[in-house]
């Protein structure tokens, strides 16, 4: 069995590439096949960003643009794509583009390394301004995913505000549209089975699912591409689960809101925050801008790392993960409670036929009060040392309800059932919080590693709910708080 041709467009012209491996990266073959070197492999594991590019595709007849990691991006799943490096922004002999030409006037670049990676992130932001000013903080947001070991900070912020007053460049997106069409239509046809499939429906996904049960799931290969970067594995077969329309979706409903599995971290995350606007510092805290315009929230959650940062969240939230199967020309599937799904380290219940389709959020209450903490060693772009989310449904200060849900404290993410039956039924106050930030920090047995020692980790889970506790009291919450939640322990 071959791979299919690899087709995307980049520089005004369609690319087409033949045996390029299932496992090869994006930036694999910019670099040694197409030998475009200006986008540079810094780390490996989608944490520097230097090899930042830009993807485009059609969503709902509009180009969609965002910057993703290419050094763990699987080549074909840009297949039928636009892709923009940065040697693509300003035709040779042309003007920079005004994202270059601004970080020229700010001095932006030292070592230059770093660079172009810079440049994809905000040429990103350019498009996604259209012309408007952008903000400090908007810029920030947009760079979460780019590390600079030279200048500092400061001259690339400034540049990704001084890039608007430019004379503007405009991207063709009707041009861009027409090519992805062209290269979709001429592509239907092409049915021959591949190592690498990226089915369109989920009827197609579950059918192939079901006829190898050994292939390797990938969504935006945020964790898979690590073990290609880093472990170096291989696989005889993949099945690209992006391209499903039924998964691309986010349905609301009266009680819950269903996130496919093809939904970008971004995207979940957007939904996630309009219902409860105070899960947005979270969500900017998740991963770096690239990390999550790329992974997927139900690809988080099927890996179940212990130091995953979505699944203590949904814990919390009451969450549902549906699993779906073809089983004899037909279409199972069974639902579960999202901390039910895990067995083990990495391990869980899921069948070998068996995909995760959706995630099931309630919708919140109107007594609820629900917060989110992540502790790490770096403030953005980093994986947690502890996490922990809890909701409790107050009611005449009184706790009806409470869902606790931690990572980093066990092999698997986990919910505190014994700190909820501490708090369970008991008057909101500072005796209940100090009794259960006891039974927090004694309910499980975290291990020391370079992230944290044990005893850090189960002192901290305690005084992340005696910052819940002022919270609730509205008193106010800053970065400082979050650095003394540390330093108590």
Sequence with gaps: MKTRPLQFFRGGKRVTLHGVAPTRTVLEVLREDLHCTGTKEGCGEGDCGACTVVIGEARDGVLQTRAI????????????????????????????????????????????????????????LYQQAQGQPVSRAQAQAALSGNLCRCTGYRPIL???????????????????????EQMAQENQGLRAESTYESPKSLKSLLRLRAADTQAQLVAGCTDVGLWVTKQHRQFGRILDT?????????????HHTAIGAAVTL?????????????????????????????????????????????????????????????????????????????????????????????????KPLPTEFCRVYKVSKRFEDDISAVCLAVRLELVEGHVVQASVGAGGV????????????????????PATVARAAQVLRTEFSPISDMRASAAYRSAVLGNLLQRFWRESQGQPSSLDDMERVGATA
Excluded at 158 to 180: E, F, G, H, I, K
């Design 266 to 362: 971004n995207e979940a995350f957007a939904a996630l925050v309009t219902e409860r606007p105070q899960l947005q510092g979270f969500a900017q805290r998740f991963a770096g801008l690239p990390v999550r315009n790329s992974g997927t929230l139900a690809g988080n959650v099927a890996n179940g790392s212990p130091i995953g940062d979505a699944m203590p969240l949904l814990i919390a939230l009451g969450a549902n993960v549906v699993l779906m199967a073809s089983r004899q020309g037909a279409v199972v599937h069974r639902e579960l409670r999202l901390e039910d799904l895990y067995t083990g380290y990495r391990q869980n219940v899921m069948a070998a036929d068996e995909v995760l389709a959706w995630i099931k959020v309630p």
């Design 69 to 124: 990691n290419s050094c763990i991006r699987l080549a074909h799943s840009i297949d039928g794509m636009a892709l923009w490096t940065v040697e693509d922004l300003a035709p040779a002999g042309a003007a920079p583009h005004p994202v270059q030409q601004a970080l020229v006037d700010c001095h932006g670049s030292q070592c230059g390394f770093c660079t172009p990676g810079f440049v994809m992130s905000l040429f990103a």
């Design 410 to 429: 066990a092999a698997t993410p986990v919910r505190a059932r014994q700190t909820e039956a501490a708090l369970r039924g008991q008057p909101w106050n």
């Design 242 to 254: 992006t391209q499903v329309r039924e998964l691309r979706q986010v349905q609301p409903y009266p």
């Design 158 to 180: 400034d540049a990704a505000q001084a890039m608007q007053a430019l004379p503007p460049v405009a991207l063709d997106a009707a041009s861009v549209l027409l090519n992805l």
